[in-house]
């Protein structure tokens, strides 16, 4: 069993959510002793949320979402390996899931330390260089389109993932092209809260 949303409306339901937190009206739905309940045997999200895991972006809060209402992946700078993908293709394939969402923020540290790498030639040590090298090619592209602040290359970089995370990913790619899932791009503003959407595919 599937949830019965469609791209769009699983989107609807998020982009509601934020407006609810940012409003500070949250409904804080699905969190009860009842909710927990219904889900020891079976999980159904209506999303994917692949976001940064920076403290500030607490997928669950920002969209006012409760248990089982989301499938969330995190990594710093909302950066791409072969666990993240193999968990959103599970999401995807098994859960039926019908939206992933790629969620930067702006002020990521992530971000900051690659634009700080890139302009001195400076390379952080051991594994914190791993996540510079990823985000790197979203720093350049920023950079070429002489876009220098680090909150446009948060945004390059949200765009950029979601187009590495098509290319990467066969299962996803292709359920992007039948309308069964669509993946967005999505930047979040921390002073406001506002979950603001910048790139996206599928989503009819």
């Known amino acids: 069993m599937t949830t019965t949303l469609s791209p769009a409306q699983a989107w609807q339901r998020l982009f509601e959510g934020n407006a609810r937190f940012v409003s500070g009206e949250a409904l804080h739905p699905n969190q009860g002793v ?58 995807v394939s098994v859960l039926g899931v019908p939206l992933i969402v790629v969620l930067g923020h702006d002020n990521c540290g992530a971000v900051t330390a690659t634009k700080d790498a890139v302009r001195t030639g400076d390379m952080p040590p051991r594994f914190i260089r791993d996540l510079v090298e990823r985000i790197t090619p979203s720093v350049l592209a920023s950079l070429r389109d002489d876009n220098t602040e680090v909150n446009d290359m948060v945004i390059e970089h949200a765009r950029q993932t979601v187009d590495r995370l098509l290319e990467s990913s066969q299962v996803i790619a292709s359920a992007v092209k039948d309308s069964s899932t669509a993946v967005l791009g999505v930047a979040y503003r921390l002073e406001e809260g506002r979950a603001q959407l910048v790139s996206g595919s599928g989503l009819l």
């Open 34 to 91: 009842e909710r927990r309940s219904e889900l020891v045997d079976t999980q159904h999200p209506f999303a994917v949320i692949f976001g940064c895991a920076d403290s500030r972006l607490a997928a669950e809060i920002i969209f006012d979402l409760g248990l089982g209402d989301a499938f969330v992946v995190r990594t710093a700078g909302h950066v791409l390996d072969n666990a993240v993908l193999g968990s959103l293709e599970y999401a």
